[in-house]
């Protein structure tokens, strides 16, 4: 009888562990571009079709109605000299993404921070929005197949958070090495809310 019981349980905590289809969480694997890929190998090449100050709008060569097809990043993701090296800099990309998500009518901006390998993965990355209070995110995925190479980030803007990116100036990004120290990126928000405007738009 106990042996029934320990084997029911354990069932039970089997298929509480498993999630459903419904609540698997969005494969951003799919949708994001990795880190470190200059050859294009995981994405489709794509061009700037506008700018907004500092950021930019990317759509597939192939001129397509689809929003969903395109993508907003900034001009550039600048390091502070004193605390990032360029090797860990190379590395560090982040997009902005109209993802479907499942039972949710109109698509949700999915932001992606691309970062290179070799990060403190527990700690995640800290971001800061100006003077705001800083907030935390954690790490999905690592990938070194030859195609991908890096960690994702990814991060669904809302409320209070959204709010901040359309209205702020700064982004600061803050990332650990694996003994401990910080390394911080600098990203400008100059020109994120007509580029959002812009994807969301069409």
Same mark, same amino acid.
């Given at each position: 009888?106990?042996?029934?019981?320990?084997?029911?349980?354990?069932?039970?905590? =089997?298929?509480?562990?498993?999630?459903?289809?419904?609540?698997? *969480? /969005?494969?951003?694997? @799919?949708?994001? %571009? *990795?880190?470190?890929?200059?050859?294009?190998?995981?994405?489709?090449?794509?061009?700037?079709?506008? @700018?907004?100050?500092?950021?930019?709008?990317?759509?597939? /060569?192939?001129?397509?109605?689809?929003?969903?097809?395109?993508?907003?990043?900034?001009?550039?993701?600048?390091?502070?000299?004193?605390?990032?090296?360029?090797?860990?800099?190379?590395?560090?990309?982040?997009?902005?993404?109209?993802?479907? =998500?499942?039972?949710? %009518?109109?698509?949700?901006?999915?932001?992606?921070?691309?970062?290179?390998? !070799?990060?403190?993965?527990?700690?995640?990355?800290?971001?800061?929005?100006? !003077?705001?209070?800083?907030?935390?995110?954690?790490?999905?995925?690592?990938?070194?197949? #030859?195609?991908?190479? !890096?960690?994702?980030?990814?991060?669904?803007?809302? !409320?209070?958070?959204? @709010?901040?990116?359309?209205?702020?100036?700064? /982004?600061?990004?803050?990332?650990?090495?694996?003994?401990?120290?910080?390394?911080?990126?600098? =990203?400008?928000? @100059? #020109?994120?809310?007509?580029?959002?405007?812009?994807?969301?738009?069409?």
């Amino acid at each position: 009888m106990k042996e029934l019981a320990r084997r029911l349980i354990l069932a039970v905590a =089997v298929a509480v562990a498993i999630p459903s289809a419904d609540a698997q *969480p /969005l494969l951003i694997e @799919r949708t994001a %571009r *990795p880190a470190n890929d200059p050859a294009g190998a995981f994405d489709e090449t794509r061009q700037i079709v506008d @700018r907004f100050r500092d950021w930019q709008v990317l759509c597939p /060569l192939i001129v397509t109605d689809d929003r969903l097809s395109c993508e907003i990043a900034p001009m550039a993701i600048a390091p502070k000299s004193d605390s990032s090296d360029l090797a860990a800099s190379a590395g560090m990309e982040m997009d902005g993404r109209l993802v479907t =998500v499942p039972g949710e %009518r109109a698509p949700s901006l999915i932001v992606v921070i691309s970062t290179p390998l !070799g990060w403190l993965l527990p700690k995640g990355l800290k971001l800061q929005i100006d !003077g705001g209070a800083p907030f935390s995110l954690a790490f999905r995925s690592c990938h070194a197949d #030859g195609v991908r190479q !890096g960690c994702l980030v990814p991060f669904r803007p809302s !409320g209070a958070i959204r @709010r901040q990116l359309i209205n702020g100036l700064d /982004l600061t990004i803050k990332a650990y090495a694996l003994d401990g120290s910080e390394r911080e990126w600098t =990203v400008s928000l @100059r #020109g994120f809310t007509r580029a959002l405007q812009a994807l969301e738009n069409g």
